[in-house]
């Protein structure tokens, strides 16, 4: 064989995971978890036990969760995508690779990849909500395949099964392929068609409240707002502003909306936790909508640090706790909180959808919420509200603000419990059969790693196609959070990272969401 063929075989397997009995055994119950999560889910839908099937039907749910889950793993999947390629020169895969050529001349233009970053965010919230009408149970006491009480205590009440059923189908499985396989992976006009939903979403104005808070907190920290246009002017201008008004305006009513129905006991909170008192349930809306924002702003502030000096991180006792676990070692357990984050932020997404879902008929004898009329008593009940609220409060301004200030969430002690949790759930492998269904998907759409296509950065430098430098996420804001790593080279969510004392690393590496091997034993996941 040749050596250019010997060295394509050689990338072609770069990022796979070494199998160990361990390994082997978290797979192998993950995935067993998961074939019981989607009968327990398809089979609350034919019982009907889940909102849409008792309202519409249960085919009706069944077909909008599979059209919802495959496009969440899109939407979650692109994110990886198009926040690597950014460096890369288009040209050495604009011909291989076409629509992916299409995906990156629209996003990488102008400010149009934090467009896109802000208007995905708010899809996800979205589709996530209308699976929790799909599938999630209307009541913990479902009469679902016989199960024995405290097993429906753990996949119902908690909500376990819709947990693993979503983490796993619908995000961390295209997370994994599309974090190496970013030009095959988005090379489809499925992904193109998101690309272009999310950036009008943003171009509505629904979520530009979040651009006056990014202002807030721009002069608050003293820290520039990054842009690559022009300063807005005139019409312009106004038309900003504009649409930063009316969605104050949105986010308002929407509040009120929620406050309102929790304090009347009209949504489905009062259904399926009926021993939960009204007032109980404001406080758990807006507790967990603080766990979400400590959890989507910690992601922020942990990559911003991870480029500092080891001294320079934590300035009191619990920051430094929190740096000496999260860099314990040369970074492995940042890998492990990401994947655990995840399992976390879903799991306050689905009781969040529970506490906000409005259980309201249009037209019912008791009114509809504020007298609205039922056709938008109708649309109030899909959950658009609700997502508006999660990702502005509960999302971008706690990313915002984890950007501004990332040292003042390192020291805050609820930062190292809510990490110490993250990396226990990571270490339990509920979501291990990821990895499973990620090998399955690269064998059967013939996925490639990157470097089959362009090369490692070092070999693109090397053929007068270097990368272009990162832009500096310390000291600047962006709506969107991280932007992603090198194609074909070490992965910020792959970890280790070695800290900026011994040097960064720019070689490829294992994708910490390629496996979780040696990284991740118990004793060092907490």
Known sequence: MTDAVVKKEELADAHDVKLTPFTIFRYAYSVVLLIFSIVLVVSLMFTGNTKLAADVSPWAALFVCIAAVVWLSMIEGQQASLVGLPPVDPELYKDTHPVTYLNAATAFLGDNLDRYLMGRQFMVLLVVFIINLCGAPTSGDADVLGMPGWLKTIFLDVGLGMIIFTCQLGQLTTQVNASHCMLDFINNYFALFTLYTAMCIEFSGIMHSSYLIQNVLSLASGKPIHSNEEPKRGFTLLFFWGRVLMSLAILGFSLAVVISALFQGRTMMAVKYPSVSNGASVFLFFFLMCIVGMLEGMQIAFFAVAKLPAS???????????????????????????????????????????????????????????????????????????????????????????????????????????????????????????????????????????????????????????????????????????????????????????????????????????????????????
């Open 312 to 526: 320079a991180r934590g300035t009191t006792f619990f920051g430094r706790k929190t740096c000496d676990l999260l860099f314990k070692g040369n970074g492995q357990n940042l890998p492990g909180f990401m994947i655990g984050r995840q399992l976390t932020v879903v799991a306050s997404f689905f009781i969040v959808a529970s506490i906000t879902s409005m259980n309201i008929q249009p037209g019912n004898e008791d009114g509809n919420i504020f007298g609205v009329s039922d056709s938008a008593q109708a649309f109030l009940n899909l959950g658009f509200h609700a997502a508006v609220i999660t990702t502005i409060l509960a999302s971008i301004t706690w990313q915002l603000a984890a950007s501004a200030f990332p040292i003042a969430f390192l020291n805050n002690p609820v930062t190292y419990v809510l990490l110490c949790f993250a990396l226990f759930l990571e270490w339990t492998g509920l979501c291990a059969g990821a990895w499973v269904l990620a090998r399955v998907m690269k064998k059967a759409l013939k996925y490639e790693y990157d470097e089959v296509y362009v090369g490692t950065p070092e070999e693109r430098a090397a053929n007068n196609h270097a990368d272009k430098d990162f832009a500096d996420d310390t000291g600047k804001m962006y709506g969107g959070g991280f932007r992603g790593h090198a194609v074909g080279s070490h992965d910020a969510l792959d970890g280790p990272i070695e800290s900026v004392d011994e040097g960064f690393r720019a070689t490829d590496s294992k994708d910490p969401l390629d496996g979780d091997a040696e990284a991740s034993d118990a004793e060092e996941a907490v």
